[in-house]
């Protein structure tokens, strides 16, 4: 198994939901690319991580 922290920044509101971009590490491809967070979660956060775990 292998864990990888993913980050974003803020992009933009829409009706519902905050759009969050990827920041990749320097020299990587996105692995989500945008993400869609509902507001009542986000807030008024600016960066989120997410963790992904993955199991072979």
């Known amino acids: 198994m292998s864990k ?5 920044e ?3 509101e829409t009706k519902n939901s905050v759009r969050f971009k990827e ?3 320097e ?3 996105p692995i989500l690319g945008s ?3 509902q507001k009542w979660f986000a807030g ?5 991580e997410i ?3 993955k199991k072979d």
Do not use: H, Q, R
């Not at 990888?4 to 974003?8: A, Q």
């Not at 008024?44 to 989120?48: F, L, V």
């Open 4 to 8: 990888k922290v993913v980050k974003f």
């Open 35 to 37: 993400l869609y967070v």
């Open 51 to 53: 963790t992904i775990e």
């Open 44 to 48: 008024n956060s600016k960066t989120i």
């Open 27 to 29: 020299g990587t491809a």
């Open 10 to 12: 803020y992009e933009k």
């Open 23 to 25: 920041v990749p590490d």
